[in-house]
């Protein structure tokens, strides 16, 4: 069964760093999302993506963060300058077409910044 | 404004009794409903959604939801709990009347535990 997959699956880093965190999605997908879980805390939104372009995006997602799809497989996120606070983990989802409406979520990076 | 709640942290019942994990949502307009399974170090499993018709969803590992309108809830259930039950569940919601990317809203999940 295809599934979404994510590297690398934990990721230390340094604040002020710079990060990227990789998905490969579903091959047939359309639209990509990222989320985060904040330890103890609920899944959030971060941005979606269709047609190599941002399609949403919610108010965690600000000019540090960005967005891109550089090949045909891989979607990523990228922190410019990691905070404490981006200590988290990250899940990508893909889905496949608007008439089927299941997001499916990669295993997530875990992010420690120090 | 979407949001989704579940109202118990945390959930133990007995193996082989049912299990109850509650939703409730609120959105606008015609709401989508999922839930989400998460095991210890894994990422979200898709279980069950509701978009329409039956009220009744029939998911995964023999999990169901029932879909109920005038009391915007969409609560999981099972009729024989499993000890490989145990997990993290998440209830999530998409506004139809939202144009977009169709972004889910999470409620803050109810940990099952289920006593052999």
Not at chain 1, 23 to 38: G, K
Not at chain 2, 4 to 16: H, L, S
Not at chain 2, 29 to 44: I, T
């Amino acid at each position: 069964e295809p599934e979404v997959t994510q590297t690398p699956s934990h990721q230390v880093t340094q604040m002020g760093q710079e990060v990227i965190l990789r998905c490969v999605p579903i091959s047939n997908h359309l639209y990509f999302y990222w989320y985060r879980q904040i330890l103890g805390q609920k899944v959030e939104f971060l941005v979606s993506f269709y047609n190599n372009e941002i399609s949403e995006k919610s108010e965690i997602f600000d000019d540090q963060f960005s967005v891109e799809r550089p090949d045909g497989s891989n979607f990523t996120l990228k922190i410019r300058s990691t905070k404490l606070e981006d200590s988290a983990m990250y899940f990508c989802a893909s889905r496949w077409a608007p008439s089927t409406d299941t997001q499916y979520f990669g295993p997530g990076t875990r992010l420690t910044v120090l | 404004a979407q949001s989704v709640a579940q109202p118990e942290d945390q959930v133990n019942v007995a193996e082989g009794n049912p299990l109850t994990v509650k939703c409730t949502y609120s959105v606008s307009g015609n709401p989508y409903l999922f839930w989400y399974v998460q095991y210890p170090n894994r990422g979200l499993q898709f279980l069950l959604k509701y978009i329409t018709g039956d009220n009744l969803v029939k998911g995964s590992y023999g999990f169901e939801a029932e879909f109920n309108k005038s009391q915007t809830s969409f609560h999981l259930k099972k009729p024989s709990a499993l000890v490989s039950d145990s997990a993290l569940y998440f209830c999530a919601v998409r506004d139809l009347s939202k144009t977009g990317a169709n972004n889910l809203f999470f409620g803050t999940g109810t940990r099952l535990t289920v006593i052999p």
